[in-house]
């Protein structure tokens, strides 16, 4: 099965260089292409098939199609990151295989809550998701470049300026989808927790190969992490007490946990300060502000 897998993976790349077009084409950013696709359409044909069953209250179904995408989505990613190799340790496989994993459940979260949307704007979701996967995956094997070279390569710094905007766009459709789960409010706030625990972890050890920033020791990373994931959970579950839509609280949810990114990046770059922290707090107030006056 290995050694099948294996021959479809690198014919392509056979084929193109009996051409002698090995030189136009990156096999493994065209691989990224092709998976981003593939897992988007995947999310979209889980989501869409549980819309067509009809009955939006089979929680349990929701849950099992949830994770049917997490695990092929951790697959397919594992299977494009280390086709040419690459390190291979614990936290580079865990970090490779889950961030993708949330990104496609996000997909699947809003196509499947919100299946009365126009065509056009599901086609423009879709290729928007797509563009995000690819800039995830990229993200991911520059990391795994730096950590196999054991040096920053100049596009590490273009990949670390995507960290932000990829983290964000996922959160707001993960943290609108844990809403809309029919499941007990303190399961949706614990899910909220671990998911930006993950998430700030996942960020410090993309910031940990720049050396221009604070070294953090294991001890450190784990109470900054924990600290500001609880936050998050405490954002969540103060907004089981208003009646807004899930889209606002997803919004919210995710002001409150782009305000912890900012944070760590400030802090492990000895800039943290009142006025660079009120950027980021000012979103999370107007976020607020409209989730409390908005009356549906």
């Known amino acids: 099965m290995t050694l099948w897998l294996w021959h479809c993976a690198t014919w392509p790349r056979k084929l193109l260089d009996k051409v002698g077009l090995k030189s136009l084409v990156n096999y493994k950013k065209l691989w ?3 998976a981003s ?3 988007v359409g995947f999310s979209y044909y889980i989501a869409y098939n549980y819309v067509k069953v009809g009955d939006q209250s089979a929680n349990g179904l929701a849950i099992r199609y949830l994770v049917l995408v997490t695990l092929v989505s951790i697959v397919i990613s594992l299977f494009v990151q280390y086709l040419e190799g690459g390190s291979r340790g614990a936290g580079e496989i865990l970090f490779v295989g889950l961030t993708p994993s949330f990104l496609c459940s996000g997909v699947m979260f809003f196509y499947l809550y919100y299946p009365n949307l126009s065509p056009t704007i599901k086609i423009l979701a879709g290729l928007f998701y797509i563009f995000l996967l690819y800039t ?4 991911n094997n520059v990391l795994l ?9 100049p596009v590490y710094r273009v990949a670390t300026g995507w960290l932000q905007i990829v983290l964000l766009s996922m959160t707001i459709s993960i943290f609108t989808g844990l809403h809309r789960l029919h499941i007990q409010p303190i399961l949706q706030t614990l899910a909220s927790v671990l998911i930006s625990f993950f998430f700030y972890n996942y ?3 993309v910031y940990s190969f720049d050396k221009e920033t604070r070294k953090i ?3 450190e990373s784990l109470v900054i992490s924990l600290s500001l994931a609880l936050f998050a959970g405490w954002s969540s579950f103060i907004t089981l007490f ?6 606002l609280k997803g919004l919210f949810i995710a002001s409150v946990f782009l305000l912890g990114l900012g944070y760590i990046q400030l802090y492990i770059r000895n800039a943290l300060n009142k006025r660079a922290l009120w950027d980021y707090i000012i979103p999370t107030v107007i976020f607020f502000l409209v989730l409390s006056l908005f009356k549906p």
């Open 217 to 219: 020791k294991a001890v």
């Open 242 to 247: 208003f009646s807004g839509e899930t889209f």
């Open 32 to 34: 990224f292409i092709l």
């Open 37 to 39: 696709v593939f897992l």
């Open 203 to 205: 960020s410090l050890w």
């Open 145 to 153: 470049v730096v950590k196999s070279r054991e040096e920053v390569i």
């Open 136 to 139: 995830l995956l990229l993200l």
